[in-house]
């Protein structure tokens, strides 16, 4: 990820109808209870993706959330509530320092992230009201993960400016995304001639030794079965070695079962499954919500890897969205090569880092944005493991 340094003019921002009241809950208890109003703002809210619904965020403070502190910002006009940002403390080691930052209620397995509600100039400038009360406990701010085209990338830096606080952002991965267009056999038209080439001869050297379909499970009682078996799947080739397989650690396991029955309820749930000759091949953990398909998780049985399964997979995905009328195939995650093939539009994502005065938290911004960049930009840097490397070697020869 590259630092790119905040250079945003001060904006005059005025607060429309009234003011707003805001609460601090601070406690799971109280973050269960704004589940039906939460869940109102969502649907009647310009939302664009499930990330930063109560049934999302509920479901990770439960399974991540040990080890912090509860920090929601809840808007009301009156007694309707309006907007909300999901936040928590947090205690880390920055380059050895210990530091204590105000951050979302998101980890690796958040691909986005904002407010939730209403984003307007009085929302900003009453979270920054909180936010700055804050200060005399905090080394930095950070906000993950958010779209490059959010409001909060222009408001929240302006309000920081004109406080003489320093603003920082990182880009994180650019996500591939497809907008559906047309139909699909006209979209199949537009991929490269070697796409096309491959997933013809995958598809016609599966289906001589078996039938090839694709299953969804959205509710049931074989939902709590379909994951399980998704589950296997998804950490059979190299996620699980790897660490990033939904099965790697026990939280991760958590967060999933906790959060299929809840969109399964809310109607979001999709485990996808190719299928050949009735036996469950590639599996992908996605989410339809708002008119748009979200592939959270995929991962495929790597006996068939030969096939592309996981491409056969997005290939009947494709075909069911563009059949029920959606507007977008979200890849979500990285910009993977495999992904490309697909689609050649990426949505940028940034991390917004805020820093108030304290010489912890100018630490903390002058090593990361500006004295590491450098040193990995000129031909004296070595990477951590190398670093720590040479450092023990010469420790060796010294007590030697």
């Not at 790697?248 to 109607?267: D, I, K, M, N, W």
């Not at 009947?316 to 995650?333: A, I, N, P, T, W």
């Not at 990995?376 to 840097?381: D, E, I, N």
Request: charged share 25%; aromatic share 10%; with cysteine.
């Amino acid at each position: 990820m590259s630092a790119i340094v905040l250079e945003i003019a001060t904006e005059r921002l005025a607060p429309r109808r009234g003011r707003l009241a805001v609460e601090v809950v601070q406690s799971s208890a109280g973050l269960a209870a704004l589940a039906p109003e939460w869940s109102a703002l969502t649907r009647r809210s310009p939302g664009d993706h499930p990330f930063n619904t109560h049934a999302w965020v509920s479901c990770w403070w439960d399974s991540f959330g040990s080890g912090h502190a509860l920090r929601v910002f809840v808007f009301r006009d009156g007694t309707e509530l309006v907007a909300v940002a999901p936040m928590m403390l947090s205690v880390r080691r920055v380059y050895g320092l210990r530091t204590v930052t105000l951050e979302f209620l998101a980890n690796a397995h958040t691909s986005r992230f904002d407010l939730a509600g209403e984003r307007s100039d009085r929302v900003y400038l009453a979270l920054w009201q909180q936010v700055t009360e804050m200060f005399d406990e905090l080394d930095y701010v950070t906000l993950c993960q958010l779209p490059a085209d959010s409001p909060t990338l222009r408001r929240l830096p302006a309000l920081a400016r004109a406080d003489a606080v320093a603003g920082e952002l990182w880009h994180a991965a650019d996500a591939p995304y497809l907008e559906l267009e047309g139909t699909f056999d006209g979209y199949l038209r537009s991929l490269s001639a070697k796409h096309r080439a491959n997933l013809r001869n995958r598809l016609g050297r599966l289906m001589r030794s078996a039938s090839l379909d694709m299953e969804i499970v959205t509710s049931g009682s074989e939902v709590e079965s379909a994951l399980a078996e998704g589950i296997q799947i998804e950490g059979a080739a190299w996620k699980q070695d790897a660490g990033t397989a939904i099965a790697s650690t026990e939280s991760c396991r958590q967060f999933y079962a906790q959060l299929v029955p809840e969109a399964a309820r809310h109607g979001w749930l999709r485990l996808c499954f190719l299928t050949a000759g009735g036996r469950r091949i590639a599996f992908a953990f996605a989410l339809e919500y708002g008119g748009r398909f979200f592939l959270v998780k995929t991962g495929f049985d790597p006996l068939y890897r030969q096939y592309s399964p996981t491409n056969l997979l997005v290939f009947h995905v494709l075909k069911h969205c563009y059949e029920r009328g959606l507007s977008e195939l979200d890849f979500l995650g990285d910009d993977e090569p495999w992904k490309r093939e697909w689609t050649a539009t990426t949505r940028r994502h940034e991390w917004l880092f805020l820093f108030p005065h304290g010489w912890r938290s100018r630490a903390v911004r002058q090593l990361k944005f500006h004295i590491l960049p450098r040193l990995r930009a000129s031909r004296l840097y070595r990477p951590m493991s190398e670093a720590r490397a040479l450092l023990n070697h010469a420790m060796r020869r010294t007590q030697a």
